[in-house]
Nanobody, 121 residues
Framework: QVQLVESGGGSVQSGGSLRLSCAPS?????MGWFRQAPGKEHEGVAA???????SYADSVKGRFTISKDNAKNTLYLQMNSLKPEDTAMYYC??????????????????WGQGTQVTVSS
């Protein structure tokens, strides 16, 4: 069974930064980050395919960066200029099926347990 383990969550002041990590990536075809605040639907945050092409939610463009370190087999989400609205449980997701790497829940077959990010005013 594919195991995805997130780390790097925590509490930070508004305007601060955090870097989330997800390992192992297993060089999957498509990897992404999703988040969910209490009582709300999952929201796609960012995705990256095997060629390095990325996509982002409008709400995080210019602030978040998704990347992969193939040598460490690790996925990252660098989050800068954090806002209280970014407070959520963040989940790493992966899939091994070819095709366009849509930032949709249905695109991903494997999920981590999540790491909490809390941004205070």
């Amino acid at each position: 069974q594919v195991q995805l383990v997130e780390s790097g969550g925590g509490s930070v002041q508004s305007g601060g930064s955090l870097r989330l990590s997800c390992a192992p990536s297993y060089s999957s075809y498509c990897m992404g980050w999703f988040r969910q605040a209490p009582g709300k639907e999952h929201e796609g945050v960012a995705a990256i395919d095997s060629d390095g092409s990325t996509s982002y939610a409008d709400s995080v463009k210019g602030r978040f960066t998704i990347s992969k370190d193939n040598a460490k087999n690790t996925l990252y989400l660098q989050m800068n200029s954090l806002k209280p609205e970014d407070t959520a449980m963040y989940y790493c997701a992966a899939d091994f099926v070819g095709g366009f790497c849509y930032l949709l829940i249905s695109r991903f077959g494997y999920w981590g347990q999540g790491t909490q990010v809390t941004v205070s005013s």
